[in-house]
Structures are given as structure tokens and as C-alpha cells.
């Protein structure tokens, strides 16, 4: 089994910058990608970003692209999403994900293409 750990969620104000760590431990050699979702009050949990974990290939939604970037530390078995040019309507607790089917290669945006979770950190931004 696989389990996750966010960090670096906190207050920031609009045009603010934040980093979030996701922390893996367990079973993480077949891991296909990881990503990062959120999920505000009163909406469904959408999508934020994802990476390969072998390959670096990366995928964003249009409302974080150029805003938000998602990267990794092998070695370290962690992902990170920087995120800047922050807006209130980025406040949500971002959740981690990690996957080990190879159709997240091609899906990574399903949410049901990952197996496994972590608790959540929230984020605000206010104005």
C-alpha cells in the first residue's frame, strides 16, 4: 500500500504564492503518476495537475495552466505544485494522488484512475 502526506497549505493573498509538498511512503515502485485535485466548498472535486512518475510528462486544466506547476523528487519519493498568481477562486483543500494503472498514462485526469489518497491541506486565498 501507498500512503500520502500534503503539507504547505496555508493563507496567502490573491497574487500569492504557495508551494505544496505530497510525501510517499509504502509501496511506491509501481508508481505510474501522481496529481494533485481539489476540491472547494459546494463543487465537485476537479482536477489540478499531474505528472509522470517515470518521464516527467505533465498535464494541467486551463484554469491553473501557466499558474500552477507540478514536479518531483524521485529520490525522495515526493511531488510538489507551486503555485502562483494565486486567486480566491483557488481556495480548496488540494488533495494528492497517486495511481498505478498505465491508463493514467493516457487518463490522467480521472479521478478514479487513483489508488490511493492523502488528507488534504488546504489552501486560501483571500483578497
Known amino acids: 500500500q501507498v500512503q500520502l502526506a500534503e503539507s504547505g497549505g496555508g493563507l496567502v493573498q490573491t497574487g500569492g504564492s504557495l508551494r505544496l509538498s505530497c510525501a510517499a511512503s509504502?509501496?511506491?515502485?509501481?508508481?505510474?503518476?501522481m496529481g494533485w485535485f481539489r476540491q472547494a466548498p459546494g463543487k465537485e472535486r476537479e482536477f489540478v495537475a499531474a505528472?509522470?512518475?517515470?518521464?516527467?510528462?505533465?498535464d494541467y486544466p486551463d484554469s491553473v495552466k501557466g499558474r500552477f506547476t507540478i514536479s518531483k523528487n524521485n529520490a525522495k519519493n515526493t511531488v510538489y505544485l507551486q503555485m502562483n498568481s494565486l486567486k480566491p477562486e483557488d481556495t480548496a483543500v488540494y488533495y494528492c494522488?497517486?495511481?498505478?494503472?498505465?491508463?493514467?498514462?493516457?487518463?490522467?485526469?480521472?479521478?478514479?484512475?487513483?489508488?490511493?489518497w492523502g488528507q488534504g491541506t488546504q489552501v486560501t486565498v483571500s483578497s
Open positions: 509504502g509501496r511506491t515502485f509501481n508508481n505510474v503518476a
Open positions: 494522488a497517486a495511481g498505478q494503472r498505465s491508463l493514467l498514462l493516457t487518463f490522467p485526469r480521472r479521478e478514479k484512475n487513483y489508488d490511493y
Open positions: 505528472i509522470r512518475w517515470n518521464g516527467g510528462n505533465t
